[in-house]
């Protein structure tokens, strides 16, 4: 026979459950701090992150603008020194220009350093300019002489009665000077039609041989 159930059985059952609700609750509210915690946490390291990578991004930008400033630094001590070492092949080649070029029979009387003239948006700087009465020399002074060098200075030559017309009606010729010269470029620069200067002994010698017959522009 089935024990009778009393109201102590009642109120010991509502207190077991409530006691069940309290520590599911108590539970709950443990998953629920442990998760904000746990989102706070994540905040905290995103935050954390993105303030590391903001620095790295500035000391990037700063590390980036130094070396931006120490190749702007080189590249203009190089442009420098480049200067230097073209005014001296300049100041080489000019004293012998009328001597070596007379004696290629080209009768020039008067030389023009670093000619330079600016015409319709064309400027142009020629080195050493060599004229007489109908014809010039066109000279262009490198410390090492390269390829390039000699095919920017014939796109010079095509140009040049354009940026002084006054010479429209001489015969130019053009000539390269280097100390130093690109293996091969002085016979790359002689199939052009042009004067090589190369240095000998104290003083500087064009030498194209006497086969050679020079470009008119």
């Known amino acids: 026979m089935n024990k009778p159930i009393t109201i102590e059985d009642i ?3 509502f207190r077991a459950s409530q006691a069940e609700s309290e520590r599911r609750s108590a539970q709950i509210d443990r998953q629920i701090a442990a998760s904000k915690e746990e989102d706070e946490r994540r ?3 995103d935050e954390r992150r993105k303030i590391e990578d903001e620095r790295r991004k500035i000391e990037a930008d700063r590390t980036m603008a130094e070396l931006k400033k120490t190749v702007e630094r080189t590249s203009k001590a190089v442009d420098n020194l480049t200067t230097r070492w073209g005014r001296f092949v300049e100041e ?3 004293p012998a220009v009328i001597r070596m070029f007379q004696a290629k029979g080209i009768d020039v ?7 330079r003239v600016k015409r319709q948006g064309l400027a142009m700087e020629i080195d050493i300019l060599a004229v007489d009465d109908t014809e010039l ?3 262009e002074c490198k410390s090492r002489l390269s390829r390039d060098d000699v095919d920017e200075f014939i796109e010079k030559l095509t140009k040049f009665k354009i940026a002084f017309p006054h010479y429209k009606n001489f015969k130019a010729y053009g000539a390269v000077a280097g ?3 690109n293996e ?3 016979r790359y620069a002689y199939k052009k039609g042009l004067f ?3 240095p000998s002994g104290d003083t500087v010698e064009i030498v194209n041989d006497e086969q050679f017959q020079p470009e008119s522009w």
């Open 92 to 94: 080489l080649v000019e």
């Open 179 to 181: 100390i130093e010269i």
């Open 11 to 13: 109120y010991e059952l």
């Open 196 to 198: 090589v200067i190369k």
């Open 109 to 115: 009387k008067e030389v023009y350093p670093r000619a």
């Open 184 to 186: 091969g470029i002085d």
């Open 43 to 45: 905040k905290i390291e």
């Open 137 to 139: 020399v066109l000279v």
